[in-house]
């Protein structure tokens, strides 16, 4: 198993309050990605970083933003979290982004964080 | 923009029996990948099977197999042999080939009965 760990795997926060959720990989993978995951969606993107410092929005951005300040380390943060973000998260590292186009690299999945926002 | 559509909700088979999960997708680009996860009980998302749209042949690995018909833009994937393991929700994606981002499907919950 890739080694992907997620922090914390469970929250519990009310409407209003700013959240920080932690993806940390051992496998110093450049590509990091922020997904949600919500019946009848899928799992859609929110952000990925494709090094320290690079991030890019995925298709569900509005409300979140993220950090990479070390290659192992992705944080996602709700800065004013609202009901409407309650949801599984899942953060995914990849091997992709060798030198332009992408080789269709597989994306391995940590273990989610379950976030519920009263 | 790219789409993927699974359109069975949910599916059932018996153990030792074989199932077939549909996928299909809309692009018009020429170079991408499909890939199927599963998500057992656990939540965890596990890689099942990859394949590469410019490759014919289609992509196994020990009971799961797909079939890819580039044309009619679908990926199916075929359980031979079903395990009550094999119990979960089950994931189709598409990747177009200068990104690195995935799109997927709602999901196939697959119930294997003894």
């Known amino acids: 198993d890739a080694g992907i760990t997620q922090s914390p795997r469970h929250k519990v926060t009310e409407t209003g309050t700013p959240v920080t959720l932690r993806c940390h990989q051992t496998e110093n993978h450049r590509y990091m990605y922020w997904y949600r995951q919500d019946p009848g969606h899928g799992l859609r993107l929110i952000h990925y970083s494709y090094g320290v410092k690079d991030t890019d929005k995925g298709e569900v951005s509005d409300g979140y933003s993220v950090s990479r300040s070390k290659t192992e380390d992705f944080l996602l943060t709700l800065e004013s979290a609202t009901s409407s973000q309650t949801s599984v998260y899942f953060c995914?590292?990849?091997?992709?982004?060798?030198?332009?186009?992408?080789?269709?690299?597989?994306?391995?999945f940590g273990p989610g964080t379950r976030l519920l926002v009263l | 923009a790219q789409t993927v559509t699974q359109s069975q909700p949910e599916m059932s088979v018996q153990e030792a029996e074989t199932v077939t999960l549909s996928c299909t997708y809309d692009t018009s680009e020429s170079n991408y990948y499909l890939f199927w996860y599963k998500q057992p009980p656990s939540r965890q998302m596990i890689l099942v099977i990859r394949?590469?749209?410019?490759?014919?042949q289609n992509a196994t690995e020990n009971r799961f197999s797909v079939n890819f018909q580039k044309a009619a833009k679908s990926f199916s994937l075929k359980i031979s042999d079903s395990q009550l393991g094999d119990t979960a929700m089950y994931f189709c994606?598409?990747?177009?080939?200068?990104?690195?981002?995935?799109?997927f499907g709602t999901g196939t919950r697959l119930q294997v009965f003894p």
């Open positions: 994606a598409f990747m177009k080939g200068d990104t690195d981002k995935l799109i």
């Open positions: 394949q590469e749209a410019y490759k014919q």
């Open positions: 995914a590292i990849s091997e992709a982004g060798g030198s332009g186009a992408s080789n269709g690299e597989t994306q391995y």
